[in-house]
């Protein structure tokens, strides 16, 4: 038999009842091929134009270089102390560079500070070639991580972003990567940095400084990255975020005619998101919301967590009632481990479904043996 235990909490909001594919119905008549405004948090679009066009990305494409990255980082794969050699390879890529000689070493962690702040296409190779052995293989490892984010309009020919026919993306697929790469805390370490300088050469004789593309993070309160991008083919690209109070926004502006106006028309996409919209936070991934009886296992309750995060994307100006509704099994039976699936939150404004989280167990539970069922009813026993 499966308990419903509701929570019901009646909250002074702004939340509209309207799908929550596209917000916006004005035209902001964004200077750029396409567009996009993102919430980080719900991944719901605010506003689009032409997001799905298919249009080259350039140095954007380090985005999804980044996360990957991140990825061989958190697993032990790579650590910011390697000493990597550049090869002839990474050497020879032109565009935005740090200038590196073939055959010097650089740290993994400078190879991510020369990506994110000044978009060096040769330290994002050297970090490919050290992550996968080749660009080529790193490459096909990118195009499989774009599958798995839903960039089903993705397609990656290198890891800098330097022009080739085959390499695109759209405005509505790096905004899902550039969600992504957020996730990753250490990124931000170097996203918003604003000025460094990196020793090259292979006598380490050379001061490159570092002054980060992304002008925003000096000129927009709240801005949290990520990346620019510009070649003769592409125009002028930028994936910006910004994060006021709850709300956390992406904008992506991509084929714009100059630098300036990708900068201006991102701008004019938040300045719009945080005037009309805010973020409410039900939740966050591996907070405990309840507790669940269990039978035949060495421990009398189980602690229950949210899975993931859980917000709510909500215009301004309109209020209703959110309400939460926690579902659990009267009981679970040992053994459990850390992570299994337990029961569900549902969130509900005005009684209609919004999302839905699973509640995973917050620890293992073994077994229990007969032995320890024993001295259980005799503790019991003499407790009475």
Avoid at 369 to 375: G, Q, R, Y
Wanted: net charge negative; with cysteine.
């Amino acid at each position: 038999m499966v308990s419903k235990r509701i929570i019901c909490i009646i909250l002074i909001l702004t939340i509209s009842l309207v799908p929550l594919r596209i917000f916006a119905e004005e035209n902001l008549n964004i200077n750029g091929k396409s567009a996009i405004l993102m919430d980080y948090n719900t991944k719901k679009v605010i506003y689009e134009q032409n997001s799905k066009e298919k249009l080259y990305p350039a140095s954007l494409t380090k985005i999804m270089t980044l996360i990957l990255g991140m990825e061989a980082l958190e697993s032990g794969k790579i650590s910011l102390t390697d000493e990597v050699r550049i090869s002839a390879n990474a050497a020879s890529m032109g565009g935005s560079q740090l200038w590196l000689e073939e055959g010097e070493t650089q740290t993994v962690e400078n190879l991510f500070k020369a990506i994110t702040i000044r978009s060096a296409n040769d330290a994002s190779v050297a970090l490919a070639e050290h992550i996968a052995g080749s660009e080529e293989i790193f490459v096909k490892i990118m195009n499989d991580k774009a599958k798995e984010l839903g960039m089903n309009d993705t397609n990656f020919v290198n890891a800098s972003g330097l022009h080739h026919e085959d390499h695109y993306t759209t405005a509505y697929d790096v905004a899902l990567m550039s969600a992504e790469l957020l996730r990753h805390d250490q990124i931000h370490e170097w996203l918003t940095v604003y000025m460094d300088e990196i020793l090259v050469g292979k006598k380490k004789d050379k001061v490159q400084s570092l002054v980060n593309t992304n002008r925003l993070i000096k000129e927009y309160d709240g801005t949290t990255g990520i990346k620019t991008g510009s070649t003769s083919q592409a125009g002028y690209c930028l994936s910006a975020s910004a994060k006021k109070g709850n709300l956390h926004l992406i904008a992506v502006v991509m084929g714009s005619d100059t630098s300036k106006i990708r900068f201006d028309e991102a701008i004019r996409l938040m300045d719009y998101g945080f005037a009309n919209f805010d973020s409410v936070i039900i939740g966050r991934k591996g907070d405990t919301v309840d507790k669940v009886l269990i039978q035949k296992g060495n421990t009398k309750y189980l602690e229950v967590t949210l899975e993931r995060d859980c917000s709510l994307l909500i215009p301004k100006g309109q209020s209703k009632d959110i309400t939460k509704e926690i579902v659990l099994p009267e009981y679970v039976e040992g053994p459990i481990s850390q992570g299994d699936i337990v029961g569900e939150l549902i969130v509900r404004i005005e009684g209609k479904e919004v999302d839905k989280v699973n509640l995973v167990a917050k620890g293992h539970v073994e077994k229990t043996t007969v032995k320890n069922m024993f001295i259980k009813v005799l503790k019991n026993f003499i407790n009475n």
